[in-house]
Nanobody, 127 residues
Framework: VQLVESGGGSVQAGGSLRLSCEYS????????MGWFRQAPGKEREGVAA?????????YDDDSVKGRFTISQDNAKTTLYLQMNSLKPEDTAMYFC?????????????????????WGQGTQVTVS
């Protein structure tokens, strides 16, 4: 299984970025794909997730709902995170992750323990 993120960069507050995550080895991953982020000195947190087969999406309501949109391509091999109205507090390394097979709560609780495979991360800086 491989996950490769791209699309990070530096942007001014109020701007937008679209992150992409191309992944392979889908036969070995669970039904949930997620986006996490980790700011300096903070723990990694789940910001959004999607169930691969139904397309049902989940968000961290407090921090990103209404501004971020998670989606996937029709082939279900690329994950996206559209980020609008970016704020300085969105500055972090962003990671995509593939859920553990059988972890039915992976998408609803979005905790690291429920995700087996991770990308290398892409940096987002908002000033």
């Amino acid at each position: 299984v491989q996950l490769v993120e791209s699309g990070g960069g530096s942007v001014q507050a109020g701007g937008s970025l679209r992150l992409s995550c191309e992944y392979s080895g889908y036969r070995y991953i669970g039904s949930c794909m997620g986006w996490f982020r980790q700011a300096p000195g903070k723990e990694r947190e789940g910001v959004a997730a999607i169930r691969r087969y139904s397309g049902t999406t989940f968000y961290d309501d407090d921090s990103v709902k209404g501004r971020f949109t998670i989606s996937q391509d029709n082939a279900k091999t690329t994950l996206y995170l559209q980020m609008n109205s970016l704020k300085p507090e969105d500055t972090a390394m962003y990671f995509c992750a593939a859920g553990t097979p059988g972890a039915l709560i992976a998408c609803t609780r979005r905790q690291e323990i429920d995700f087996d495979y991770w990308g290398q991360g892409t940096q987002v800086t908002v000033s």
